[in-house]
């Protein structure tokens, strides 16, 4: 699953096309749901702006308002837990951490079943395995990529020896030499560099930290155990029209950038090419775990490697992700359509 986190972009042309609401996605009562993105409105919430500009979300009964993230805002948690916004997006490791700090939070659903975020290196000398991140000097914006780092080395049993190099949102330091990798978003700084003329696979390298064996899910979305316990058909619906958003995004991904560039992200001066490469991008990370359904939760996949993951990291005393996700409310979603 920032400003100066992703280079964001503005997108596309063309007319929205009518589609029609299946009948059995008809609701009989109404909802309204609160939602707060985990960053700036951007192509990485197609789906929600589709299911907003097309009616999804009234179709299925669901008064739908949200809430924008970003550099200066406090993170969803903090947003839900104190009753401001009533679903968030989270990402998997600050999910456990607000469980941790007493949130009594349920996991509903995952748009990037693979996240987004791994390290770029150049042809000259490319870091492919964990083991190629030994005694390597990496370009890292903070605490979270040191992390991800020093537990994709220790998940592999390979010494946690590396070099830190304090890093920005851009690329050109790598290209400068300064350090052997840079860690970045598959969805983002890789347009940068394809947008200097280099290419993906022979000038530079991308390997994600899931594909390095520290798997996470990315873009999740939580709500409060009362809100979930008190809306559960409600979700289902509302989880429904997303996903019915994301179906469309598949079928033509040049509409959503353009409604953010015109619309739902206008004030952020976003460029509509690099909107448009970023959701070309983003669509075989939601289909990551295809032949399952879109936002579904793998109830191996959390237990096994991502709880393996966040003890990696340090994190202990993990809760039963029986106490914690709902498996059932993205198949039920995916059932109405």
């Known amino acids: 699953m920032a400003i ?4 964001l972009l503005k997108s596309t042309a063309g007319a929205v096309p009518l589609v029609l609401v299946p009948r059995q996605l008809q609701a009989q009562d109404g909802l309204n749901l609160r939602l707060q993105l985990g960053w700036i409105a951007n192509v990485e919430y197609a789906g929600v702006w589709l299911a907003l500009e097309r009616g999804y979300f009234r179709a299925n009964g ?10 200066n805002s406090p993170p969803s948690p903090v947003v839900v837990s104190s009753g401001n916004a009533d679903v968030g997006y989270v990402n998997w490791l600050p999910f456990l951490d607000a469980i941790g700090r007493g949130n009594d939070f349920v996991m509903i659903g995952a748009t990037f079943p693979v996240s987004p975020l791994g390290i770029i290196s150049l042809a000259k000398k490319p870091i492919r395995t964990p083991a190629d991140l030994v005694d ?18 220790a998940l592999a049993g390979l010494p946690v020896r590396w070099t830190m190099v304090p890093a920005g949102f851009s690329p050109e330091p790598l290209l400068a030499g300064d350090a052997q990798g840079y860690t970045a978003f598959g969805t983002n700084q890789v347009i940068t560099l394809e947008r200097m003329g280099l290419t993906n696979g022979k000038d530079f390298f991308f390997a994600s930290f ?16 009362n809100f979930l316990d008190r809306n559960r058909p409600q979700l289902v619906r509302f989880l429904a029209a997303l996903i019915h958003g994301w179906l469309d995004n598949e079928r033509d991904p040049t509409v959503a950038p353009k409604l953010v560039i015109d619309t739902f992200g206008k004030d952020y001066g976003l460029d ?3 909107q448009n490469r970023q959701n070309e991008l983003q669509i075989p990370i939601v289909r990551a775990a295809a032949p399952r359904h879109l936002m579904t939760l793998d109830r191996d996949v959390i237990a096994g490697p991502m709880m393996a993951a966040a003890r990696a990291t340090g994190r202990s005393n993990l809760p039963d992700i029986a106490a914690i996700i709902d498996f059932k409310l993205a198949e039920e979603a995916n059932e109405l359509l």
Not at 4 to 7: T, V
Not at 137 to 153: M, S
Not at 210 to 225: I, V
């Open 210 to 225: 899931d594909a390095l064996g520290f798997r996470s899910y990315a873009s999740t979305l939580f709500t409060p155990r």
């Open 136 to 153: 390597a000097k990496i370009l890292a914006q903070g605490p979270n990529e040191k992390t991800a780092i020093d537990a994709t080395l």
């Open 4 to 7: 100066n986190r992703r280079e």
């Open 272 to 274: 509509l090419l690099q």
């Open 62 to 71: 669901i008064n739908l308002q949200y809430a924008a993230g970003g550099p």
